[in-house]
């Protein structure tokens, strides 16, 4: 088993309202009834080779003295907190640069909403968070804790108005197994002010948008795509779009070398295992909530209502690792951090 042990957050009920499909027969785990629950999740765990710097706009991340990721507060897109750039192995850039960063050569200018490696959702209460459509914003609200590889923050989820949403807590941890990086995201949406309805959209939502070296098909006037899906179920490329799955993966050349970057979906996530908006062009994302558009369901399947005070956790693991699915064993990791999750869980309940 590897040695990364991941943070664990525990829901303590189900109690909001699911839209009643086949893939949401047991969904709730990780909504609760009350805003206590969102605390901070706990960790174990501590990198020595992870370095954390905090500045006025960002939390610079290293690993061993040299560049991995950044974490940015503020900037003039439309979106809130982001990573950017994403290293991979040998410090391999894996996403797009533009719009967060310089246009470089080669990189398309398509969906402008796509920010490196981001965390929202089309339709919230009908505000469309993912494009920014009308003024739709995430903004930091607060830095509780950087340190000991984690980054913990508050942000405010604001409708075109100025009016709050919704909040949410965010918690991220970085680690290291050998050159590859290790990313656990989790945040925790409130129904802070008011009931919170999360529509049935594709547009969503824990997500990256990849370099086009990293597409599963050629861009015209663009670099070779080398890029491949592959996740848990054994689907590949464009068959991996809108299918459930514990985890997926996308491999491909950048720079010369062989990397890939996997997403887990934790087993309490909502409808785990999650739906994948794995586009051809760049974009990979985990959405547990666009039934219609994934699967053919009626409008309106995938909608989740939380009562006001209720919560909503969202857990996965990125893995940016050296090869493809098979050399980086993307599988038997994804055993390995789930069998943890459940020892932990054991633990919790003696």
Known sequence: MHGFRPFVLFALSAAASVAPTP???APAAAIVAAEAAAADPVTDVTDARIELEQLEDRVV???DGKPFTEFLFRKEGKHGPVLFPLLGPGGVPLTRSWPVGPLLPGEPQDHPHHESFWCNHGDVNGHDFWTGRGGARVEMEAVDHVGDGQIAVRCRWLAPDGSVVCTDRRKIVF???GDDRIIDHTITIVASHGPLVFGDTKEGTMAVRVRPE???KQAKNGPAATGHYLNANG???A?????PAAWVDLSGTLDGKSVGIACFDHPRNLRHPSMWHARDYGLFAA????????????EGSGRVTLAPGQTLTLEHRWILHAGDAAAARVADRYADWVSVQSEALDRSRR
Not at 239 to 243: E, P, Q, V
């Open 23 to 25: 893939l949401a027969a």
């Open 61 to 63: 991340v290293t690993l």
């Open 175 to 177: 680690a290291a197994e």
């Open 214 to 216: 990293l597409n599963t």
């Open 235 to 237: 689907d590949r490329d």
């Open 239 to 243: 068959d991996a779009w809108g299918k």
């Open 287 to 298: 959405n547990p909530f666009g039934l219609h558009d994934f699967t053919g369901a009626a």
